[in-house]
């Protein structure tokens, strides 16, 4: 956990409540198990209490979501398709291997060089979605993720020998304002929501299937 804390330094506001998308079936997924223990252990390192945690999977069994109230944890009542607004909070998002248009669709509900810069994202390298898509294709159907690049900041986590599969391509993004001044006024000016012929999330309409939006992805 120390990890995700030591590379953000001063260059960022600390998070004061955090977003949890795609934990997927932890009751019957080791890899959900080991990514939400790291996420308790995050809170505690990050020293934001559970309550100011919300946590959000359609594919969550009745079980599952008791057991996080359990922990003290907030269920959020809607699938926000992760457009989550965070209201001039400095907000954590927590998205291991959660879908290219969930990034995509919160960095659009956020998309403010004020906003962004109170954001740290945990979850698929940015680097990395840029090297395995051509970039026609990002910039057609993910291009907030495109739009951003040059403004963000990111270190993987370290490897650990025993959860490779756990937190594989995972890297902690965060914006530092000056970076995002120092984007063109054009990158703020088109602010569209974005629409997918093709998604690889769970939409509201959908409902709960039996994947979560980290399971489509990983």
């Not at 945690?53 to 699938?79: I, K, T, Y």
């Not at 398709?81 to 291997?97: C, D, N, P, Q, R």
């Not at 020998?161 to 965060?174: M, R």
Request: with cysteine; charged share 25%; aromatic share 10%.
């Amino acid at each position: 956990a120390g990890a995700v804390r030591a590379p953000l330094g001063g260059t960022t506001e600390p998070p004061a409540r955090c977003v949890c998308y795609g934990l997927g079936r932890f009751s019957c997924c080791p890899a959900a198990r080991h990514q939400l223990a790291f996420l308790l252990l995050l809170l505690e390192e990050l020293g934001v209490p559970p309550g100011r945690c919300s946590v959000f999977d359609p594919a969550f069994s009745a079980q599952e979501a008791a057991a996080l109230v359990e922990l003290g944890l907030r269920l959020l009542p809607d699938n926000e398709e992760g457009k989550h607004g965070i209201e001039g909070s400095a907000t954590l998002f927590y998205m291991v291997h959660c879908g290219k248009a969930l990034y995509n669709n919160l960095l659009w509900r956020n998309w403010s060089a004020g906003a962004l810069s109170k954001m740290v994202i945990i979850g698929n390298s940015f680097k990395g979605i840029e090297e395995r898509l051509l970039s026609r294709i990002l910039e057609r159907d993910y291009s907030y993720i495109a739009k951003v690049l040059k403004g963000t900041e990111e270190v993987a986590l370290p490897a650990h020998p025993q959860y490779l599969d756990t937190f594989n391509d995972t890297s902690v993004h965060w914006f530092p304002l000056q970076k995002l001044k120092e984007l063109s006024p054009e990158v703020w000016d088109f602010a569209e929501e974005p629409t997918y012929e093709e998604c690889e999330i769970i939409r509201k309409e959908d409902g709960a299937d039996q994947c979560s939006p980290a399971a489509v992805e990983s």
